[in-house]
């Protein structure tokens, strides 16, 4: 047995060489121990070897199951909350610093071009939203101007001026998808709406759709139903009113409904006649507007309008189709 170093004393470091955690001298002096002595040589043997698993299989193995259960948790939990850390962040970016792109005619506007060079002034119109970016984007004579909409802050305004200098003469602009401007005309957004719901065939219903939509038709008239006679020309949209109209205003609706069907016409490649079927107090009226009715209610062709914005507005204005309807859609 070693005389240098007494058995307590290497019993105490034991634990600690069974781990690896002594240093070279302090394990070359334990194994000339252990090589001696064969009592701490069976303490540092019982040491190194596993304790036995008692529990039934099953039983290991169901905490097995719940360790790795408990794991795949914390891992999906930390997983969510990361995640939604950074879909908070983003969203805190494009809500208050880069901002989101609007549509429509979310701003007003006010465009001047002067032969390639073009200014716009514009203003959110409504008081959520301050303007944080605007870009320009030309092809082919239009030029396409986006804007990003940030919420209010001190650094940033509901109000814009812009300056662009266009490589080629300057067709058309859009804001933020709406056409505004076109062959020297600035156009309103209702009349933007009518131009881009134009399309050539009255067979797409769809299509027809947004035409009436265009001309807030569903919003006053309520619930119809559509016939289409494409069999033969001269192609026919009919249009029946469920609910009863005011016979009060029999006159202005009259008035308003031959301009839609005008409006109707000259949107519509290939329609020549508009039929409403409607009651008033409770007497069923029909009211035909033909494409010769029309030209002659608009005071020309009504089939210039078709594919030009600036001859579409010139419609909407001389037709009134901007205040359709509004005098007597409120009587019950």
């Not at 190194?48 to 408990?70: F, G, H, M, S, V």
């Not at 429509?104 to 002067?114: F, I, L, N």
């Amino acid at each position: 047995m070693n005389n240098k170093i007494p058995c307590e004393m290497i019993r105490d470091l034991l634990p600690l060489y069974a781990d690896g955690l002594t240093g070279d001298v302090t394990n070359e002096a334990v194994r000339e121990h252990l090589a001696e002595c064969l009592d701490c040589a069976a303490i540092l043997a019982r040491m190194q070897t596993p304790e036995p698993e008692t529990r039934p299989a099953e039983a290991r193995e169901i905490d097995y199951l719940k360790k790795n259960r408990k794991r795949n948790r914390r891992i999906l939990a930390g997983s969510l909350l990361a995640a939604l850390l950074v879909a908070v962040l983003v969203l805190g970016i494009r809500t208050f610093v880069t901002g989101t792109e609007l549509y429509g005619p979310t701003v007003a506007s006010e465009v001047k071009v002067d032969g390639n060079h073009l200014t716009v002034n514009g203003t959110v119109v409504d008081s959520i939203h301050c303007i944080s970016k605007v870009s320009f984007r030309e092809e082919g004579g239009t030029v396409n101007i986006r804007t990003k909409a940030v919420l209010p802050g001190i650094y940033h305004s509901g109000s814009f001026k812009a300056e662009y200098d266009a490589a080629q003469p300057v067709q058309r602009i859009y804001l933020d998808g709406r056409l505004i401007w076109a062959g020297g005309t600035s156009i309103r957004p209702f009349a933007a709406e009518l131009f881009a719901s134009q399309h050539p065939y009255i067979g797409s219903m769809p299509d027809n759709r947004t035409t009436a939509n265009a001309l807030t038709l569903p919003m006053i008239l309520g619930e119809t139903e559509n016939e289409l006679e494409t069999a033969d020309e001269p192609y026919l949209w009919r249009i029946t009113v469920k609910r009863d109209l005011p016979d009060a205003y029999r006159e202005q609706i009259e008035t308003d409904l031959r301009s839609c069907g005008a409006a109707m016409i000259g949107c519509i490649g290939n329609l020549s006649e508009v039929e409403f079927i409607y009651t008033l107090d409770g007497q069923t009226q029909k009211l035909k507007i033909t494409e010769q009715d029309a030209s002659a209610l608009l005071g020309s062709d009504i089939k210039a309008c078709y594919g030009d914005p600036a001859a579409t507005q010139d419609m909407v204005l001389r037709l009134g189709l901007e205040r359709f309807g509004y005098s007597w859609n409120a009587e019950p």
